[in-house]
């Protein structure tokens, strides 16, 4: 249970939280916090997808992962795969019934949120992560969701200024990622942008 538990990225999941408080209280007064259920679900929606999404992408990079870094890899030394893959099924099922109980009220578009996510982070995870520049852009498509998500259809410039900014910073942070997970990358074949530039492809 711990070591799947580290799967999850914990302190990655705290800064969702964070960022979609942060992002709530731009818009709602801090004293309508405790009387805004939807907005926990919403929350709770956001952190159980993107945990799954930390689980299923440790699955599928397990062979990289033993070269990159190898003292944090899990799938099939302390985890076993199956084990990886029903909480992968779980934390999507939990985050979907939450997120669809958190946009009820009048928000039900905003449904689209954890179901695209969810599609995307397994499509990084088996595809896109390979390809240059396809998996740094979709990460940061999801991460750009994220204050959208805690407000649902109430948008405001400061919204979409954190919105811009998340999306640019994962962005740099996936690149420079790339350059660090390089060895890695290459040996398996992958084309992402530090193995292109150092290749030459």
């Known amino acids: 249970i711990r070591h799947t538990l580290r799967m ?5 999941l705290a800064i969702i939280g964070l960022t979609m408080l942060s992002a709530w209280l731009i818009i709602h007064p801090v004293e309508s916090l405790l009387g805004d259920f ?4 919403r929350v709770v929606s956001a952190i159980c997808i993107a945990a ?17 870094k190898p003292e944090r890899t899990y799938i099939d030394i302390s985890v076993k795969r199956r084990v990886a893959i029903a909480s992968h099924v779980l934390l999507n099922f939990v985050g979907i019934i939450a997120g669809w109980m958190g946009c009820r009220n ?10 695209l996510t969810l599609a995307i982070l397994w499509w990084y995870s088996a595809v896109l992560k390979r390809k240059f520049l396809s998996g740094n852009i979709s990460v940061a498509l999801c991460t750009a969701m994220v204050p959208l998500w805690a407000v649902c259809d ?3 410039k400061s919204i979409l200024i954190a919105v811009l900014f998340a999306f640019a910073t994962t962005l740099l942070r996936e690149i420079v990622k790339d350059a660090e997970d390089e060895i890695g ?4 074949g992958y084309d992402t942008l530090a193995t292109i530039f150092v290749t030459g492809k």
């Open 8 to 12: 999850t990225r914990p302190v990655n």
């Open 38 to 41: 939807s907005f926990a679900l």
């Open 52 to 68: 799954a999404g930390n689980v299923i992408n440790d699955y599928f990079d397990r062979k990289v992962d033993l070269i990159n």
């Open 106 to 115: 009048g928000h039900g578009l905003w449904l689209i949120c954890p179901c």
């Open 154 to 156: 109430i948008l405001n």
């Open 185 to 188: 990358d290459k040996t398996l």
